[in-house]
């Protein structure tokens, strides 16, 4: 016999209207002891609620996408764990598309996630990414972006840290730490996050009476082979340096990498400080000192700020910049 939501609601004693409102995740109106029963009666059913059906009826899937520029970077999974933990409590699906910072992979996901219907989006874009495209301006769904914003690009809601003040306060404690020369191998120019971390390491010089010399910048991508590459060239042209303050933790992991290929010592005679607090930051030897951001909070808020705009929630403000914190570990002196 097939179980359908009827058959449900007649053994569980209950209206269709309230085995709906269980499965969906807005029974918060049904008493305990029924909602309990309810529950019950599907699992002893094995009732897999028919989404698609339920979908023609109230336009929606209770599905939201989540679409990440790089899943091989730590940072991005934990996004994307905050996301599904508030998603599973509100009885929403998690459709999760990894970009691999492919700017034509994150359009045709856009793309699908619109014919499958999702509900709204929550977006961290391509790093790469320099400018808003006509299939996002033309997206008729909710989007909160996360990490970065895309200029031109109106949404719903936007969840990042401060990484001005992030940025800045690394390296004013290295300049406390006593470090003199302290290069800056970011992440890509086009990512906002890049830019404002940039913003933050040049006025902790300036504000410390060092002066900005863009020769001592060096921009590439949020990766470890970026960190590992750039130290080669510094090293070949002969640039003078005591400190590095890197865009992201996977670039400083190169960068610590190489540093001991070339007989130099972390921190003793270079001192390194990182970006995110992955958890690969107390893996490496020495153990980063960083900058760590509440990234399971930006995933597990974006996912609040999206819903509540879907259920036509009161949100206070869609534009949150959460704090940084410097965590001090062994790779500075
Ligand atoms: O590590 C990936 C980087 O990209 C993080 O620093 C995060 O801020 C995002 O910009």
């Given at each position: 016999m097939k179980i359908t939501i009827k058959t449900i609601a007649k053994l569980a004693g209950v209206s269709i209207a309230t085995v709906s409102?269980?499965?969906?995740?807005?029974?918060?109106?049904?008493?305990?002891?029924?909602?309990n029963r309810v529950l019950k009666v599907i699992k002893e059913n094995n009732y897999v609620p028919n989404r698609i059906a339920s979908s023609m009826v109230?336009?929606?899937?209770?599905?939201?996408g989540l679409v990440?520029?790089?899943?091989?970077?730590?940072?991005f999974p934990e996004i994307a764990r905050g996301v599904e933990d508030k998603a599973k409590d509100k009885g929403y699906n998690v459709i999760l598309c990894n970009t691999d910072n492919d700017i034509e992979k994150e359009e045709g996901y856009i793309e699908m996630l619109q014919e499958k219907m999702v509900d709204g989006i929550i977006f961290t874009s391509s790093s790469r990414r320099k400018n808003v495209s006509q299939s996002l301006l033309k997206l008729h769904i909710p989007v909160i972006t996360v990490d970065r914003n895309i200029e031109g690009l109106k949404t719903q809601g936007l969840v990042r840290v401060d990484n001005e003040i992030g940025a800045y306060d690394a390296v004013k404690y290295m300049i406390d730490r006593g470090y003199k020369k302290i290069l800056h191998i970011t992440g890509p120019i086009a990512s906002r996050p890049t830019r404002e971390r940039l913003k933050g390491y040049k006025r902790a010089l300036e504000s410390n009476n060092i002066a900005y010399d863009e020769k001592l910048v060096f921009?590439?991508?949020?990766?470890?082979d970026w960190g590992y590459e750039c130290i080669d060239k510094i090293i070949s042209n002969d640039i003078e340096f005591d400190g590095i303050f890197c865009g992201n933790?996977?670039?400083?992991?190169?960068v610590i990498k190489e540093?001991?290929?070339?007989?130099?010592?972390?921190?003793?005679?270079?001192?390194?400080?990182?970006?995110?607090?992955?958890?690969?930051?107390?893996?490496?030897e020495p153990e980063l000192t960083t900058v760590r951001q509440p990234t399971y909070e930006m995933g597990y808020k974006?996912?609040?700020?999206?819903?509540?705009t879907l259920e036509e929630k009161e949100i206070?403000?869609?534009?949150?910049?959460?704090k940084t914190t410097l965590i001090i570990r062994n790779s500075t002196k």
């Amino acid at each position: 016999m097939k179980i359908t939501i009827k058959t449900i609601a007649k053994l569980a004693g209950v209206s269709i209207a309230t085995v709906s409102k269980v499965v969906n995740g807005k029974d918060q109106n049904i008493t305990e002891g029924t909602r309990n029963r309810v529950l019950k009666v599907i699992k002893e059913n094995n009732y897999v609620p028919n989404r698609i059906a339920s979908s023609m009826v109230t336009k929606k899937t209770k599905t939201l996408g989540l679409v990440i520029p790089d899943i091989a970077n730590p940072f991005f999974p934990e996004i994307a764990r905050g996301v599904e933990d508030k998603a599973k409590d509100k009885g929403y699906n998690v459709i999760l598309c990894n970009t691999d910072n492919d700017i034509e992979k994150e359009e045709g996901y856009i793309e699908m996630l619109q014919e499958k219907m999702v509900d709204g989006i929550i977006f961290t874009s391509s790093s790469r990414r320099k400018n808003v495209s006509q299939s996002l301006l033309k997206l008729h769904i909710p989007v909160i972006t996360v990490d970065r914003n895309i200029e031109g690009l109106k949404t719903q809601g936007l969840v990042r840290v401060d990484n001005e003040i992030g940025a800045y306060d690394a390296v004013k404690y290295m300049i406390d730490r006593g470090y003199k020369k302290i290069l800056h191998i970011t992440g890509p120019i086009a990512s906002r996050p890049t830019r404002e971390r940039l913003k933050g390491y040049k006025r902790a010089l300036e504000s410390n009476n060092i002066a900005y010399d863009e020769k001592l910048v060096f921009e590439g991508s949020f990766s470890s082979d970026w960190g590992y590459e750039c130290i080669d060239k510094i090293i070949s042209n002969d640039i003078e340096f005591d400190g590095i303050f890197c865009g992201n933790d996977l670039i400083a992991m190169g960068v610590i990498k190489e540093l001991k290929n070339h007989k130099l010592k972390v921190p003793d005679d270079i001192g390194v400080v990182g970006f995110d607090d992955i958890y690969l930051a107390v893996m490496i030897e020495p153990e980063l000192t960083t900058v760590r951001q509440p990234t399971y909070e930006m995933g597990y808020k974006a996912a609040e700020l999206l819903i509540n705009t879907l259920e036509e929630k009161e949100i206070d403000q869609n534009d949150y910049m959460l704090k940084t914190t410097l965590i001090i570990r062994n790779s500075t002196k």
